[in-house]
């Protein structure tokens, strides 16, 4: 029995020392050591051996055993270090190449925009507020002295969601959620950027969706020269110091008077050219003092308080400020047209 003990101590020191592989190491752990391995059966057959050599018998037995699963513990750690390293070997990073490049993104350029205009603004004291894309009627058109069949209704054609519901046609809503919320105070002196919506057809110019951002100033004494200044000063700071505005006669329900703005053409400069049709000067928003009707269905004393407002279309000032021919490429994602400006 000693004998066949050593045997089988030299058979499984050679399988173990030559093993290639985890499984091959499990198969030799189950063939020496488990239930129904070799040493065990050994062990079940110790009835067999003389009582007196019992002890040797056991003693050898189990030193084979604790040997064995040291060996197999040895041979698991080594082929798991070889492994590991030739893993090391196949994934190597040589970290002296380059990497691999990565686009940045910027602003898009009428966020841009909206910024730059925004930042005017507030340099003058306005604060910005906003409103819903999804707007009531009653304030898209009523609360704005646009009745529901006044003509004016015609140019801003909308799309409804229910008859008292509909996409905003202009950010003038913002003015009337401003002056709900004040309560009749003052000074109010807001812009509020924002989409828009109204069932255009889209060509180079128009858009069925779009950016604008409104203006409005209400206070005691408001007047139509401090909205004049207020325009000049914004027109300047967007399109250069030597910019020229003028007010032409308009109208819009919501201001009386009312009037377009234009801006001495900053591609001639005024002396005429085909851009401005000859004429030096090229529209940019519109405006006027708020209508008293306004004023009043807010809550506010047309008699003690006046304003102004004006609404501006961003994509009307990005086109104009960076030589851009067609409102749809600000809409369609082309990054060739939008890494030109990724600076501004």
Known sequence: MISRLNALREEAQRSIAAAEGSDQLKELRVKYLGKKGEITAILRGMKDVPPQDRP????LANEIRGELERLIAEKEEELAERALEERLKREALDVTLPGDPRPLGSVHPLSAVIEQIE???????????EGPEVEWDEINFEALNIAKDHPARDMQDSFYITPHILLRTHTSGVQVRTLRSREGQVPVRVIGPGKVYRRDEDDATHSHQFMQIEGLVVDSGVSMSELNGVLLAFARK???ENQQIRLRPSYFPFTEPSAEVDISCIICGGRGCRTCKGTGWIEIL???MVHPRVLEMAGYDSEKYTGFAFGMGVERIAMLKYGVDDIRHFYTNDLRF???YQSV
């Open 238 to 240: 967007m399109f250069g």
């Open 338 to 340: 939008l890494r030109q």
């Open 119 to 129: 930042d005017i603004f507030i340099g003058m004291g306005f604060e910005v507020a």
């Open 286 to 288: 519109g405006s006027g």
């Open 56 to 59: 040797k018998v056991g003693g």
